[in-house]
């Protein structure tokens, strides 16, 4: 068969996230979540549990960082009626604290880049960065302009120049080599500008710790709007932490709907 | 895998002896430093045919003074540039000690073995690097390490009149994350979630060389069912990142249809994964001692297996057969076969030139002691018997996954875990044939916590190699030798 009718052989395989939920979610594990109190008497059972320090225990209740958490599952094999694994295809959240935002508040920045993108149809120019990576989130972010995530139908755009770009794609843990290329990116970017930090290891450093060569995230080196925690998120939460960021959803909404 | 003994020499034994090695056909696989009282040690690791021997020397300083090994082995020059960053080690004679995984101006003093500097952030050097080719109407060009695409960031800083290439340099500093000084002090299972970050789109292979180094010295065996599980997630991982070095090369060669229907399968692998463990890159499967649990195997799995095999076969043999794809890869980026083999290099670079080197099958492990493994041997050594290699692999791996997931399906044992004992003591070696190749994992426990880990992964060999494909091409093949190397920059960086 040749390629040309060979490329028609499938039919539609894109996703019509948002505009529709996608079934994919309950597919893989996004999150660590919290289902109960510790056993009676063993608040100290999560003491060394957690090789990033994700799990703080406030009054016997387990409260989960997810974005220090890599899901590497260790709490929910040892602690299963505690923690248990969620499927979720929609992870990114705001960045705290938001005074760290040096355009202002989150709200104001996602405001003007919406107003400004409403005049260009809500077309986006994305620029990403990586920051230190394990090379796994690149793989995700590549995806979006795959066949089945195709953010270009939502008028999302990969660029090559910084200066075309709305909106900052950072992966990688924040080694300290790349602060001054990011920065070099970031400051290339016309205003408004929104930065998505892209992973556990973009958020806290993930399974790293501070050293010589930095590593314990990229909120030190950029101002962040959008954390998409995961080790590494799914291309869905990475696509709803650009939407998120850009002002396409209703950041209070718990559902995957296009604000009108 | 194996508690490797380690022979203590004298300063120059050490030297003639790895030398000799080598030249009796053998291939230096690690070398790496672990501190000790007054200095540290000096440990290389050979490979011959009768297995991997690690040879030591004690070093008490500063200053670290060896004579280079490079010259005799070039596989040692990014070791031998890694350590004088690092560890401030000198081998003299070695022909450029420039920096490889720190800035190229660092005031603060080598930060290992570990001292309090280490928790200081070493600060970047942005100056360019000086050009070494001098001639008329040459200039250079810094690619990186913001490059234009989703890439890792890497800087190839090169030298060319326009269209030849006569030198490439990488740097591979940008992306150094101090994973060697990480792994301190951690327990063991901290350090399994470690490795399994050195290198993200390799994390089965390095979780299983970093936990078989420790189930060596241990002396347990995973059950089975384990070691099937280990084998399912192990090659579906050899299956994608093949797919994806062949999708790079079919973007660079505008082969639309092909790109797309590739990142389909590509995807469609990933979800079968995260099927099969919850993890789109087999995170979290393998445990000390074997995995955390058994595949969801149904009559679904073996339909959608055979489902993506189909679709591999058809799309990579049409591939295969398309003239406008092979003519740029053929004859693009030559690595004759005594290159190769001087660097010691890996995987299906390795193998597209000749050399028959696949750990599953010279060094089996795990669940390939008892799985036998076609090896895949080209002699092109381009980028198209790179290609073919990968293409080769990939079709044999659907049949070792089918394999694994037979053996999950009818295991009669529900046993996951040959527990290891809680206080480890001791110095062992792990390896694993990643997709990019072998990758190795020395281990050094304390009561059970880690005294030192060094992983070496494959890219951080192959990377090396990089600048020795380019005499015969130019500027247009670049992204093709960049995707038939088939590399990540985080497991060569560190």
């Excluded at chain 2, 930060?111 to 070494?132: E, G, S, V």
């Excluded at chain 2, 089996?364 to 008892?370: F, H, V």
């Excluded at chain 2, 895949?376 to 990968?390: I, N």
């Excluded at chain 2, 992964?457 to 093949?477: G, H």
Aim: proline share 8%.
């Amino acid at each position: 068969m040749p390629w040309v009718t060979r490329g028609l052989a499938d039919g539609v395989v894109t996703t019509r996230y948002p505009a529709r939920p996608d079934g994919y979610g309950s597919g893989f594990r996004a999150a660590v979540v919290v289902n109960g109190t510790l056993p009676a008497g063993r608040s100290d059972a999560v003491v060394g549990l957690c090789p990033t320090d994700a799990i703080r225990v406030a009054r016997e209740v387990p409260v989960v960082d997810p974005d220090r958490c890599v899901l590497c599952g260790r709490c929910v094999e040892a602690l299963p009626e505690v923690f248990s694994f969620s499927p979720a295809l929609e992870t990114a959240h705001r960045s705290r604290p938001l005074e760290a935002n040096s355009d202002g508040p989150l709200a104001s920045t996602r405001t003007a880049l919406a107003t400004r993108t409403r005049a260009l149809r809500r077309s986006i120019y994305v620029r990403h960065v990586d920051a230190g990576s394990d090379g796994s989130e690149e793989w995700e972010v590549a995806a979006l302009t795959g066949p089945i995530y195709d953010v270009q139908r939502l008028g999302v755009y990969f660029t090559a120049s910084p200066r075309h770009a709305d909106l900052l794609l950072v992966t990688g843990a924040g080694s300290v080599a790349m602060a001054e290329p990011l920065r070099r990116t970031y400051d290339a970017m016309p205003a408004p500008k929104v930065v998505v930090a892209v992973g556990t290891d973009a958020a806290t450093g993930g399974p790293l710790r501070a050293s010589y060569a930095g590593t314990v995230g990229v909120t030190e080196l950029i101002p962040v709007d959008v954390v998409v925690p995961g080790s590494p998120p799914s291309p869905f939460s990475i696509l709803h932490g650009i939407l998120l960021a850009v002002g396409l959803l209703d950041p209070a909404s718990t559902s995957a709907r296009v604000r009108p | 895998m194996s508690d490797v003994a380690t022979h203590a020499l004298s300063r120059d034994e050490f030297a003639s002896t790895v030398t000799a090695r080598v030249a009796q056909g053998g291939r230096l696989a690690h070398l790496y430093a672990l501190a000790h009282a007054g200095g540290f040690a000096l440990h290389a690791i050979v490979v011959g045919p009768e297995g991997p021997l690690d040879l030591a020397t004690l070093l008490s300083g500063p200053p670290y003074v060896v004579a280079a090994l490079t010259p005799q082995v070039p596989a040692a020059d990014w070791y031998e540039r890694y350590l004088h960053d690092l560890y401030g080690l000198e081998a003299r004679g070695h022909p450029d000690l420039d920096p490889l995984v720190l800035p190229r101006s660092n005031a603060t003093g080598p930060p290992r073995p570990p001292h309090p500097a280490t928790l200081h952030p070493i600060p970047p050097d942005t100056t360019p690097l000086p050009a070494l080719v001098r001639g008329e109407g040459i200039f250079t060009i810094p690619y990186g390490p913001v490059r234009s695409g989703v890439f890792e960031s890497v800087e190839y800083v090169i030298e060319t009149t326009g269209e030849d290439i006569p030198r490439v340099q990488t740097r591979i500093h940008y992306k150094h994350r101090a994973l060697e000084a990480a792994f301190d002090g951690r327990s063991a299972p901290d350090g399994l979630v470690l490795a399994e970050h050195v290198e993200g789109v390799a994390s089965m292979a390095h979780a299983v060389a970093y936990a078989g180094a420790l189930e060596a010295l241990a002396e347990v065996e995973p059950p089975p069912v384990a070691q099937a599980t280990r084998l399912v997630h192990a090659e579906l991982e050899r299956v994608v990142n093949h797919l994806d070095s062949t999708l790079r090369h079919t973007e660079a060669a505008g082969q639309a249809v092909a790109h797309a229907r590739l990142a389909v399968t590509k995807e469609r692998v990933q979800r079968l994964r995260a099927a099969l463990c919850g993890s789109r890159f087999s995170r979290g499967v393998v445990v000390l001692g074997g995995v955390s649990a058994v595949p969801p195997v149904d009559d679904e799995t073996f339909r959608e297996l055979a489902r993506l095999e189909i679709a591999c076969r058809d799309d990579l043999r049409r591939l295969l057969d398309t003239p406008s794809f092979l003519d740029r890869l053929r004859g693009t980026g030559v690595l004759p076969e005594s290159v190769v083999r001087a660097h010691g290099a890996l995987g299906p670079l390795a193998r597209g030139s000749g050399v028959d080197d696949d750990a599953r099958v010279m060094r089996p492990y795990g669940p390939y002691r008892e799985i036998a493994v076609v090896p895949s041997v080209q002699r092109g050594a381009d980028a198209l018997a790179r290609q073919v290699v990968r293409t080769e692999e990939l079709l044999h791996s659907f049949s070792l996954v089918r394999t694994g997931l037979e053996v999950v399906q009818s295991a009669s044992s529900d046993a996951l875990v040959t527990p290891l004992p809680p206080k480890l003591s001791g110095h062992s070696l792990g390896w694993a044939e990643a997709p990019q190749g072998e990758v190795l994992y020395v281990v050094e426990a304390d009561e059970g916590h880690l005294r030192a880990v060094r992983p070496r992964s494959a890219s951080f060999v192959n990377l090396a190699l990089f600048t020795a494909a380019f005499p015969r091409d130019i500027t247009t093949d670049f992204a093709f030798i960049e995707a038939s190397f088939g590399l990540s920059v985080a497991g060569a960086a560190l």
